[in-house]
């Protein structure tokens, strides 16, 4: 696994969930949406990711699953994974 090029110097999880989001941002910037989305998405996702301190994912747990489309929510776990490493 890539040894992570940023160390966060978050104090709160609060703070580490910010850069961890805002790395995730810079690392698919051509798959966000910019302003309101479309109104035609196959879905929305919400799922909590485990990061090691090293920035690795350990684990994903759904929140809020789209099951009604499982290769989105494949898609979705193995875009996240595949963004690691996450900021140590």
Do not use: C, N
């Not at 999880?13 to 961890?20: E, H, K, L």
């Not at 949406?33 to 690795?56: E, N, R, T, Y």
């Amino acid at each position: 696994m890539p040894v992570p090029t940023y160390v966060s110097q978050a104090s709160t999880p609060r703070d580490y969930r910010r850069d961890a989001a805002t790395h995730l941002y810079e690392r698919l910037r051509e798959r966000i949406f910019k302003g309101k989305m479309p109104p035609l998405l196959q879905a929305v996702g919400v799922l909590q990711v485990d990061i090691d301190h090293q920035g690795a994912v350990t684990d994903v747990r759904w929140m809020r699953a789209p099951k009604h489309v499982p290769a989105v929510m494949a898609e979705i776990e193995r875009t996240v994974r595949a963004a690691a490493p996450y900021p140590a």
